[in-house]
């Protein structure tokens, strides 16, 4: 099963304020754990939501919209991309994670990825054969 975990956003990390040598070295050793278990798939940290856009959609029409976003508790700091045999196993990992705001408040949210064997027969013969292509294509990659 695969999931993406989401730190959710602080005033600090809106405000583009880098972490603490520590708390660098602290994740840096958390992704070494993830990846010698083989569950990290990929992570990363955003940029503050002041430097990306949205784009809203109402029917055909596009709507850009710049940064910064209100609402920081809403808004991605960064993530993780993993692979686990369970949701359980995803909150185990996570649980020993460092803070990653430090010693303030933070939140990380668990979601598990759809794949395509999650929509069934809802999901049409041709579609999954072009999603089966895309997925080589990007591997090969």
Known sequence: MKFMVIVKASAASEAGIMPSEKLFTDMG????????????????????????AR?????????VIDGPFAETKELVAGFWLIEVGSKE???????RCPNPHEDGESEIEIRQIFGPDDF?????????????????????R
Request: aromatic share 6%; net charge negative; glycine share 10%.
């Open 120 to 140: 069934g027969t809802d999901l049409p013969a041709d579609v999954r054969a072009q999603e089966d292509r895309l997925r080589e294509q990007m591997a090969a």
């Open 29 to 52: 050793n958390f992704n070494e754990e993830l990846v010698k278990a083989g569950v990290m798939l990929a992570g990363e940290g955003l940029h503050p939501s002041s430097k990306g």
């Open 55 to 63: 784009i809203r959609f109402n029917g055909s029409q596009r709507t």
């Open 89 to 95: 196993e995803a909150i185990e990992w996570f649980k």
